[in-house]
């Protein structure tokens, strides 16, 4: 059974900085990968898809990579700003027999301290 | 504009009543989902839905009920056979399912609460 996991589950780290989020999955027959950001009491904004062909994807100061074979991506924000604050999820896409699973990691809940 | 719109932001509900969750997509997606939200949990898939009148369910399709009649509408509905409804309800939509290069795409969400 497909498994996502994301530590840590919170991270505060200062204005500026530079910083990497993980997310693991137990099951490298993936179709795809996609990393999501949530703000507080909203729905989810899609960050960076990478197919499961590809090793990474950037978008400005985003840059997602994946590793099929260690069943690893990390999300790398470059010089991080207080906007940045949110929760953010990865999500890897499968599918079983006749069936489309998508299945959520629980998230890593990010505050950029001013 | 085009994107994913979810009605009402959010909706309270008496024990043993039912209530239904619009949504509505003008993004030509043929793919449309029901996620349930819990602090502390990830995403958890109610239904989805590949094509008009059809659906499937998700892993927690229990207490639910959809219709998928037209393309671009989704409505989920919490049936008091839902034992604990109160949650934050997501819809998403995608392309097609039998897709590699398919990105999902999130509503704002509809807040539940039973009261």
């Known amino acids: 059974k497909q498994e996502v996991t994301q530590i840590p589950a919170a991270l505060s780290v200062p204005e500026g900085e530079n910083l990497v989020l993980n997310c693991s999955f137990t099951d490298s027959a993936i179709y795809n990968l996609q990393w999501f950001r949530q703000d507080p009491g909203k729905g989810l904004t899609s960050l960076l898809l990478?197919?499961?062909?590809?090793r990474e994807q950037t978008s400005g100061r985003l840059n997602a990579s994946l590793d099929k074979s260690s069943g690893r991506s990390t999300l790398y924000i470059a010089a991080s700003q207080p906007g940045d604050s949110a929760t953010y999820l990865c999500a890897v896409r499968l599918f079983m027999n006749r069936d489309d699973k998508i299945i959520f990691g629980k998230g890593t809940r990010l505050h950029i301290l001013p | 504009d085009g994107g994913i719109t979810q009605s009402p932001k959010y909706l309270f509900r008496k024990e043993g009543q039912n209530v239904t969750l619009s949504c509505e997509q003008n993004l030509n997606h043929d793919a449309m989902y029901w996620y349930r939200q819990d602090p502390g949990q990830g995403l958890r898939l109610i239904y989805y839905s590949q094509i008009v009148n059809d659906f499937q369910k998700g892993d927690i399709a229990e207490g639910y009920s959809v219709s998928r009649e037209k393309k671009e509408s989704f409505p989920l509905t919490v049936t008091s056979a839902q034992k604990n409804p109160t949650a934050f309800y997501l819809c998403?939509?995608?392309?097609?399912?039998?897709?590699?290069?398919?990105?999902?795409?999130f509503g704002p969400g509809t807040r539940l609460t039973v009261l």
């Open positions: 990478i197919q499961s062909s590809q």
């Open positions: 998403a939509s995608s392309i097609r399912t039998a897709s590699l290069s398919n990105e999902q795409f």
